[in-house]
Nanobody
């Protein structure tokens, strides 16, 4: 499985960005997809996750109500729509694929087997 993240950039506080993560390879083996982020000097943290069926999703409290995760299985692509961006959202954003069935969506980086290269989001105040 290969993941290619894109869509990052520089945006002013209050603005919006949409990140994309295109999967290729053995995509049929993917159960869930997640987005994580890592700010300078901080650990990688969970942002959002979505099940392959698209009927289950979960958000970190810090982005709930502002970010929306979605998917287009016909394109093997997962999106992260980010609205009302804040300077503290500045980070490298990574998409990840979970190849194991889980009762609940994974929220730990250890639960994801494949990772994209990351895309930088910078929010200016």
């Amino acid at each position: 499985v290969q993941l290619q993240a894109s869509g990052g950039g520089l945006v002013q506080a209050g603005g919006s960005l949409r990140l994309s993560c295109a999967a290729s390879g053995r995509t049929f083996s993917i159960y869930d997809m997640g987005w994580f982020r890592q700010a300078p000097g901080k650990e990688r943290e969970f942002v959002a996750a979505i099940s392959r069926s698209g009927d289950s999703f979960y958000y970190a409290d810090s982005v709930k109500g502002r970010f929306t995760i979605s998917e287009d299985n016909s394109k093997n692509t997962v999106y992260l729509q980010m609205n009302s961006l804040k300077p503290e959202d500045t980070a490298i954003y990574y998409c990840a694929a979970d190849l194991r069935y889980r009762i609940s969506l994974g929220r730990s980086p250890d639960e994801y087997a494949y990772w994209g290269q990351g895309t930088l989001v910078t929010v200016s105040s």
